[in-house]
């Protein structure tokens, strides 16, 4: 397989790039890779599935915190 060699990049796009790759749980060569692609020939990764979608929300406390109070409506005069 081809290789490419990319020299003179910025170091804040060094940066991004790691920090990405550590997002993704990748290395920054890898990460590379899927930008690459995703950018020249599309993103072809599929779309997570609802469960999945809804494992990557983050933790943000008790389900009770979301709990709704019973709504009685309010009083209206004829």
Do not use: C, N, W
Not at 53 to 60: A, D, F
Not at 65 to 76: A, C, H, I, P, Q
């Amino acid at each position: 397989m081809p290789q490419l060699i990319v020299r003179q990049i910025e170091e804040k796009v060094v940066r991004k790039l790691k920090e990405r790759a550590g997002l993704h749980g990748v290395s920054t060569e890898e990460e590379h890779r899927r930008i690459l692609r995703e950018a020249l020939l599309g993103s072809s990764e599929k779309k997570p599935s609802f469960k999945e979608y809804l494992l990557q929300m983050p933790e943000v406390g008790p389900d009770d915190l979301f709990e709704r109070s019973r709504d009685l409506g309010r009083e209206v005069v004829l």
